[in-house]
């Protein structure tokens, strides 16, 4: 149990305001950039490290933070009711970096990679280590949310509302300021490559610097102890509201066939025990959690900015000029956004509204804002059906693709028996065309009057690549591309062919492919976008090029026709599309659901709080972190349950059921009456002192005078 220490006769401070509130803010900033930074990579870490598909990915985030939003009721309960708000943020603040330092750990991949594949070879092991940090940062992040702000409050005298009132608007810059940084800075850290065995891109580093943050604000935070106001818990409110919802329907079905007298409300049965005025005020609570019913589904929608919009711009073109912009570093377009329009909608909106004598009511505004996310969706799903268009078409299950790429000196003619034959210009190449793979046996293959026939076995369900050349004779070659899926995370994935008759050692900045053979191909490689410096050796002779730019995503066959001199001569087949849709075309659906954001999110706070009692208003904010959690754990019901294996139709899917529930709320609403709490308490509080007066009695000349009823 902490201490109170009371009011204090002098308290540092600094403009009139405590200085332990500036080791408050810049605790809460830290903690913001730890929890941000780490949440903004997550998702492509779990793909891209311990390669899981995109809805196990989805998934994983979605529970993760849905526990984020549940652990507050825990922190909540500890701090009021057992160790107070100071160390419980102690306590939970400890839990919470050891969690970012496992996770941290765990996404250290040269711990595990025996075989230098990239690949861990133990992938239990990052993936057990990742689950452990992910649940100790939900308890650590989601005890002390409620308890920072709260304990930052504290920290005030009860003259000095003004001041406080500005803290709570530096908090929550301080929140915006930390998520923002962090998610432009730690895509940017996964981004390099590090590693002492495997270069990868860096997710150990990613994760190390939040990790490290989280240690700065909590040694910030300790570091101000002795300058706290530190009160003493008083005991959870939310434990009286269970405590009497739970006697009011135990004492209801106890009674339930006896002859007692109805009463107006279920709660009234708790009577026996509980006051009148906290009966009432548990009812004005259970009017509002009773709007909250429908809410969930918007967060639904609103948390997918980290899982799905950000796989989604994986395959989209992150070139804006001098800038390149991280699949990840989209997220940021939010609190961007969000910085931008709370003045403007609270200074030039909402006053625009009022002067149209539009009754834009709290409830209206949330409706509103619902709308405005599934009108966010919709443009995501348009926005994927341009995506789609652009993305390869890989082999179905018995299928084979083929393309034939003529390195020959005269046009050829190539037929699959299966009644499908194409012609072939020198040195050019078709499309890959599909066939199914049981009818593919025997190939043809013509050049002016000479015809050969070659038998090959092909794999179903792979692209394959047919070499042919005239040069010298007639020669065939059959390839396995192995690319099922388009390159992911940006990368653009090359191979070669020597057609030249010698030898060649070949180098692309810096990777080298070895020595080469004549009518040889070499494995693909990965490389980042932009040019490339290409070097050949043959013969005592060394020839350069540089690469055409090389864009997010693609996959090309370079041929190599020649050295002559100092000149490299060079052919491009391109084997996939490089990502042609922009980010920028994101933007939209960012800016719509980032409105939503504004009229929902904020309205609905400062609604909770006008509607709620003065101590019961930590109860009605448990409620709303609630639907937070609730809506993500809705994200992995539709995700599990659906076998939607086109994305778009899945945002359509949900842009339809947050309709349907918006108009349910809608409906609550206009049944719902406002209410003003202080107003209800100042006529209970006089009800009390009325009852009280009517049990004393009452002295007249020194006598007692029974009062007639």
């Given at each position: 149990?902490?201490?109170?220490?009371?009011?204090?006769?002098?308290?540092?401070?600094?403009?009139?305001?405590?200085?332990?509130?500036?080791?408050?803010?810049?605790?809460?900033?830290?903690?913001?950039?730890?929890?941000?930074?780490?949440?903004?990579?997550?998702?492509?870490?779990?793909?891209?490290?311990?390669?899981?598909?995109?809805?196990?990915?989805?998934?994983?985030?979605?529970?993760?933070?849905?526990?984020?939003?549940?652990?507050?009721?825990?922190?909540?309960?500890?701090?009021?009711?057992?160790?107070?708000?100071?160390?419980?943020?102690?306590?939970?603040?400890?839990?919470?970096?050891?969690?970012?330092?496992?996770?941290?750990?765990?996404?250290?991949?040269?711990?595990?990679?025996?075989?230098?594949?990239?690949?861990?070879?133990?992938?239990?092991?990052?993936?057990?280590?990742?689950?452990?940090?992910?649940?100790?940062?939900?308890?650590?992040?989601?005890?002390?949310?409620?308890?920072?702000?709260?304990?930052?409050?504290?920290?005030?005298?009860?003259?000095?509302?003004?001041?406080?009132?500005?803290?709570?608007?530096?908090?929550?810059?301080?929140?915006?300021?930390?998520?923002?940084?962090?998610?432009?800075?730690?895509?940017?850290?996964?981004?390099?490559?590090c590693?002492?065995?495997?270069?990868?891109?860096?997710?150990?580093?990613?994760?190390?610097?939040?990790?490290?943050?989280?240690a700065?604000?909590?040694?910030?935070?300790?570091?101000?102890?002795?300058?706290?106001?530190?009160?003493?818990?008083?005991?959870?409110?939310?434990?009286q509201?269970?405590?009497?919802?739970?006697?009011?329907?135990?004492?209801?079905?106890?009674?339930?066939?006896?002859?007692?007298?109805?009463?107006?409300?279920?709660?009234?049965?708790?009577?026996?025990?509980?006051?009148?005025?906290?009966?009432?005020?548990?009812?004005?609570?259970?009017?509002?959690?009773?709007?909250?019913?429908?809410?969930?589904?918007?967060?639904?929608?609103?948390?997918?900015?980290?899982?799905?919009?950000?796989?989604?711009?994986?395959?989209?073109?992150?070139?804006?000029?001098?800038?390149?912009?991280?699949?990840?570093?989209?997220?940021?377009?939010?609190?961007?956004?969000?910085?931008?329009?709370?003045?403007?909608?609270?200074?030039?909106?909402?006053?625009?509204?009022?002067?149209?004598?539009?009754?834009?009511?709290?409830?209206?505004k949330?409706?509103?804002?619902?709308?405005?996310?599934?009108?966010?969706?919709?443009?995501?799903?348009?926005?994927?059906?341009?995506?789609?268009?652009?993305?390869?078409?890989?082999?179905?299950?018995?299928?084979?693709?083929?393309?034939?790429i003529?390195?020959?000196?005269?046009?050829?003619?190539?037929?699959?028996?299966?009644e499908?034959?194409?012609?072939?210009?020198?040195?050019?190449?078709?499309d890959?065309?599909?066939?199914?793979?049981?009818?593919?046996?025997?190939?043809?293959?013509?050049y002016?009057?000479?015809?050969?026939?070659?038998?090959?076995?092909?794999?179903?369900?792979?692209?394959h690549?047919?070499?042919?050349?005239?040069?010298?004779?007639?020669?065939?070659?059959?390839?396995?591309?192995?690319?099922?899926?388009?390159?992911?995370?940006?990368?653009?994935?090359i191979?070669?062919?020597?057609?030249?008759?010698?030898?060649?050692?070949?180098?692309?900045?810096?990777?080298?492919?070895?020595?080469?053979?004549?009518?040889?191909?070499?494995?693909?490689?990965?490389?980042?976008?932009?040019?490339?410096?290409?070097?050949?050796?043959?013969?005592?002779?060394?020839?350069?090029?540089?690469?055409?730019?090389?864009?997010?995503?693609?996959?090309?066959?370079?041929?190599?026709?020649?050295?002559?001199?100092?000149?490299?001569?060079?052919?491009?087949?391109?084997?996939?599309?490089?990502?042609?849709?922009?980010?920028?075309?994101?933007?939209?659906?960012?800016?719509?659901?980032?409105?939503?954001?504004?009229?929902?999110?904020?309205?609905?706070?400062?609604?909770?709080?006008?509607?709620?009692?003065?101590?019961?208003?930590?109860?009605l904010q448990?409620?709303?972190?609630?639907?937070?959690?609730?809506?993500?754990?809705?994200?992995?019901?539709?995700?599990g349950?659906?076998?939607?294996?086109?994305?778009?139709?899945?945002?359509?899917?949900?842009?339809?059921?947050?309709?349907?529930?918006t108009?349910?709320?809608?409906?609550?609403?206009?049944?719902?009456?406002?209410?003003?709490?202080?107003?209800?308490?100042?006529?209970?509080?006089?009800?009390?002192?009325?009852?009280?007066?009517?049990?004393?009695?009452?002295?007249?000349n020194?006598?007692?005078?029974?009062?007639?009823?």
């Amino acid at each position: 149990m902490e201490k109170d220490i009371g009011p204090r006769k002098s308290v540092p401070g600094c403009f009139g305001y405590p200085i332990s509130i500036f080791f408050i803010v810049i605790n809460e900033f830290c903690e913001r950039f730890s929890y941000y930074g780490m949440r903004a990579v997550l998702v492509l870490y779990f793909k891209y490290f311990l390669h899981w598909n995109d809805d196990l990915s989805t998934a994983i985030y979605h529970t993760f933070v849905a526990l984020c939003y549940l652990t507050p009721i825990l922190g909540a309960l500890i701090a009021d009711s057992f160790l107070g708000k100071f160390k419980t943020i102690i306590s939970l603040s400890i839990v919470y970096t050891v969690g970012q330092v496992v996770l941290s750990i765990s996404s250290i991949n040269d711990l595990t990679d025996g075989n230098r594949d990239g690949i861990p070879d133990n992938i239990e092991i990052p993936i057990a280590l990742s689950m452990i940090g992910l649940v100790l940062i939900a308890l650590g992040t989601g005890g002390i949310k409620p308890c920072v702000a709260a304990f930052g409050g504290d920290q005030f005298e009860e003259h000095q509302e003004k001041q406080r009132s500005t803290f709570f608007s530096i908090f929550y810059l301080s929140i915006n300021a930390g998520s923002l940084i962090s998610t432009i800075i730690t895509p940017i850290l996964r981004g390099e490559e590090c590693g002492i065995h495997v270069k990868q891109k860096c997710y150990p580093l990613a994760f190390g610097v939040p990790a490290a943050l989280m240690a700065i604000a909590l040694i910030v935070f300790i570091v101000g102890s002795r300058m706290y106001k530190k009160v003493k818990p008083q005991g959870n409110v939310m434990v009286q509201v269970g405590k009497c919802i739970t006697f009011a329907i135990r004492n209801r079905f106890t009674h339930r066939s006896k002859d007692y007298p109805k009463r107006e409300h279920w709660l009234d049965w708790a009577r026996e025990k509980y006051a009148k005025r906290l009966i009432t005020e548990i009812k004005m609570v259970l009017r509002v959690l009773f709007l909250y019913i429908p809410l969930p589904m918007f967060w639904a929608l609103f948390d997918q900015q980290g899982s799905r919009w950000t796989l989604q711009a994986t395959t989209m073109d992150g070139d804006f000029g001098p800038i390149q912009i991280q699949p990840d570093q989209m997220q940021t377009v939010n609190p961007i956004l969000i910085v931008i329009m709370v003045p403007v909608v609270d200074m030039v909106v909402y006053p625009l509204i009022k002067k149209c004598r539009i009754n834009f009511t709290p409830l209206r505004k949330m409706t509103v804002g619902m709308l405005l996310a599934a009108l966010a969706f919709i443009i995501a799903a348009v926005v994927q059906g341009q995506i789609d268009q652009t993305l390869p078409n890989f082999p179905e299950p018995g299928q084979s693709q083929i393309k034939v790429i003529n390195l020959g000196n005269s046009n050829a003619t190539i037929d699959f028996n299966t009644e499908t034959s194409v012609g072939v210009e020198s040195l050019k190449s078709t499309d890959y065309k599909s066939f199914d793979t049981a009818h593919l046996h025997n190939i043809s293959i013509t050049y002016g009057s000479k015809t050969i026939n070659k038998s090959f076995e092909f794999v179903g369900k792979e692209r394959h690549t047919l070499e042919i050349t005239n040069v010298a004779e007639i020669r065939v070659e059959l390839l396995v591309d192995g690319l099922t899926v388009k390159p992911e995370q940006g990368n653009n994935e090359i191979r070669f062919i020597n057609n030249m008759n010698s030898t060649i050692n070949i180098t692309m900045d810096g990777t080298e492919f070895g020595e080469v053979n004549y009518f040889s191909t070499t494995n693909y490689s990965a490389f980042q976008r932009g040019e490339k410096h290409i070097r050949v050796i043959t013969d005592n002779m060394s020839c350069e090029a540089t690469s055409l730019v090389f864009g997010y995503g693609s996959a090309y066959t370079i041929i190599v026709n020649g050295c002559n001199g100092t000149h490299l001569s060079i052919e491009y087949v391109e084997d996939i599309q490089a990502n042609t849709v922009s980010m920028a075309w994101q933007i939209p659906q960012y800016f719509i659901i980032t409105c939503a954001e504004v009229v929902f999110s904020v309205t609905g706070l400062s609604f909770s709080y006008a509607q709620a009692p003065v101590n019961m208003k930590s109860v009605l904010q448990a409620g709303w972190l609630l639907t937070v959690a609730v809506g993500n754990i809705i994200v992995l019901i539709i995700a599990g349950a659906t076998k939607i294996s086109e994305q778009w139709a899945e945002y359509v899917l949900f842009a339809g059921l947050l309709i349907a529930v918006t108009i349910i709320f809608a409906i609550m609403a206009y049944f719902y009456t406002y209410v003003d709490p202080a107003e209800i308490e100042a006529q209970l509080i006089e009800e009390e002192k009325q009852e009280e007066e009517k049990k004393e009695p009452a002295y007249e000349n020194g006598s007692v005078v029974q009062s007639q009823m």
